[in-house]
T-cell receptor, first 118, second 113 residues
């Protein structure tokens, strides 16, 4: 099946640090990638939709200047949490769709990044 | 408002029994419904997709039903095994949001040997 690699798997850093998370589709071209955040025992909350070569579309309440998304190629999207604070600590997961990732196609998820801000 | 509800309490069953998980939704008219498995500290893994005009879908020990009148999907695992223990998420495409997926809160399944 389709493989999505997410790196790093966990990060612990001081408040004020910027953290970059990479999401790669290894065996298919992902024109669209999705970024989610998940708090303990809660569902995945979509943060933004990332389209190759264009600006990301952010969900309501997600600060685009705080969570910078870049999707420069068909196989790589990055999420940068700028000037991270303890309230940004969460589990961040990316996914990619083999044909855009809409409801009629499965989404292929990375294994997530556990971000802990001290 | 739109809601996707899954039983937040863990479902505990004995090995060999059939596990049945429920996904109810309100104020949605999804064309597709998907089920995923998520293990602790991992990303979700796609299991099954069912379309609105399909009543039932099977894959090995898994069965999904989709009742658009009741606005409900049932997810069954027959002959359950301890290895089936995980959190199971249902996801609906949201016609009002470009058909992107919206996830339910998930139900944790514990299969005891």
């Amino acid at each position: 099946g389709a493989v999505v690699s997410q790196h790093p798997s966990w990060v612990i850093c001081k408040s004020g640090t910027s953290v970059k998370i990479e999401c790669r589709s290894l065996d298919f071209q992902a024109t669209t990638m999705f970024w989610y955040r998940q708090f303990p025992k809660q569902s995945l909350m979509l943060m933004a939709t990332s389209n190759e070569g264009s600006k990301a579309t952010y969900e309501q309440g997600v600060e685009k200047d705080k969570f910078l998304i870049n999707h420069a190629s068909l196989t790589l999207s990055t999420l940068t949490v700028t000037s991270a604070h303890p309230e940004d600590s969460s589990f961040y997961i990316c996914s990619a769709g083999s044909k855009g990732g809409w409801g009629n196609q499965p989404q292929h998820f990375g294994d997530g990044t556990r971000l802990s801000i001290l | 408002s739109q809601k996707i509800e899954q039983n937040s309490e863990a479902l505990n069953i004995q090995e060999g029994k059939t596990a049945t998980l429920t996904c109810n939704y309100t104020n949605y008219s999804p064309a597709y419904l998907q089920w995923y498995r998520q293990d602790p500290g991992r990303g979700p893994v796609f299991l099954l997709l069912i379309r609105e005009n399909e009543k039932e879908k099977r894959k090995e020990r898994l069965k999904v039903t989709f009742d658009t009148t009741l606005k409900q999907s049932l997810f069954h695992i027959t002959a359950s095994q301890p290895a089936d223990s995980a959190t199971y998420l249902c996801a609906l495409d949201n016609n009002n949001a470009g058909n992107m997926l919206t996830f339910g809160g998930g139900t944790r399944l514990m299969v005891k040997p």
